[in-house]
């Protein structure tokens, strides 16, 4: 299985982030991918590829312009405001008011566009987002050419970001932006398997109006989890995209009996409806030491996990998401592509 | 005039405020009331009184009971869930998120009931906030018994906090609660008149469906600042309240010609609607040199503006609310007292 992977995705390092009222050193740091490039090497996954420039084409049809205007010019517009820190959102539209009015004021523009004050934006930030995308695309591009399955190791992941706002260490959506890729490339039925341990509400938001891109996840209960307002079982889908969205929201202490049912469940969904392609979420937080998560799976569960997924047999584009107990993340994601290379 | 004043708002001061992606030396800190407190004793306020204990009747009655209940539990909640820092707020619901599932987590609940990241909870901050609304209320009880006016010398201040959100600076609303104490005591027809430079978001929001309460705000455009996304001119009022809401959104640079101009329509308007007493949110960053605040008002300009208020003869409570320029806090808040006193 080819790896797409840029080493640009260091130019996004934030000093801090915002947890427990504190600023600690970000669990979403650069050392995480290092993990999995020496356990895909050690595991004799070798063809590791840089892709291609960015291709900007997909990700302005898919997302919102300003949004992406946005990302582009904050830090230039944060630091001419005179802003001391990175950029941490510190004022949100909430309850009672408007949720539609954009501030000129770059600290409001920032609320705007932000839904969680722990995803800091730096200086890089930007071309970090585009590198990694770009390495979804290239996976793409390499699926709808023929392959049976790539993996993007994307950094930052994506599928936190709806088509404008950011947060969860998410600002690019590179698993909406590689299903809506499928779509372009001609495939009638494409489907969004998510099994980060966070709710993918990113990718959820973008397609949830849509029937044509199937969207499934598992997550923590969002009453016990971030992203808390978001991901519960009832969310099915809005008009023409009303049941083609399934949530499996699970409580803490979670292991893999009840997640794999889980898995079943969408795996069996995905392949009733006939999807011809397939992108997964691939986060590994549902790892049983991960220190922001609250599921029991073990290394093994992954490769179980792989395996089932892989029996599918769809042409396959894994992008990386979470996964923060850094030294097993590269066991527990290059588990996945062994158990789904095996099936 | 008699003054009230809590010596527990000491209870409430937070290490640190998120400002510019930097925890900083809050601006709204006790220091802020050593000034007033000072500047009155040399202007010979000198009849000031410790508040009784607060009557959480008129406030449970008033605001969101499961907020309170929250704003009181928080801490210990948080410090139970092995939090490191004080309650900062992270995770919000958002656009697209569900506005009305609280969650039982305390790190999500906290992002429910918060609007504003800069504000942090600790562990004295609800007592500081009871203390303070006990001051409102007894200026309330001081002036329904027949005094002309009262200050309030609250701190933590209240103007930004709805029924079931804090932020800026706010946990409880202590003009609202002021207000409909006096609504409860027999008046037809109260004002609450907003000169703080910030729109008093939280009392047009707990108010906005009511005919009875009439709320005028003068502040900085919502385009350039906090709150940002609330405090249009176009905020009106709903159903019943429609016409009873009236905001005086300003632009950056504004002086004392424009914001006198504000105050006078302002004034015009509670008094042909025949308000029978008036609240006055007194937050006096409206200052020139206010290190977070735009407009020009000189330290003069406060006194011609309580001279403004006072020439409309109604019983007024006073409720402090900001103003972060420490040292000139004090002239500034008693010339508003002093003009008032001499119209
Ligand atoms: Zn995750
Ligand atoms: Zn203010």
Known sequence: MRVFYSEDHRLHFPQAELSGGQFVTPFERPSRLEYILNRLRKRQFLDVVAPEAVDMAPITALLDPGYLTFLETAWDEWKAAGMGGEIIAANVPAR???MDRIPENIDGKVGYYCHASETAITQGTWKAALSSVASAQAAQRH??????AAFALCRPPGHHATADQYGGFCFINNAAVTA????DSGAERVAVLDIDFHHGNGTQDIFYERADVLFASLHGAPQQTYPYFIGYADE?????GEGYNFNYPMLSGTGYSQWSA???DAIAKISAWGAEVLVVSLGVDAYKDDPISFFQLESDDFT??????????LP???????GYAVEMVGVNTVNVLEGFADA
């Open 96 to 98: 009672g008011m408007h």
């Open 143 to 148: 699926v709808a050419a023929g392959a049976n």
């Open 180 to 183: 809506q890729m499928f779509r």
């Open 236 to 240: 099915k889908g809005r008009g023409e």
């Open 262 to 264: 889980a898995l079943d």
């Open 304 to 313: 179980d996990a792989g395996r089932r997924i892989g029996r599918m047999k």
């Open 316 to 322: 396959t584009v894994f992008c990386m998401e979470g």
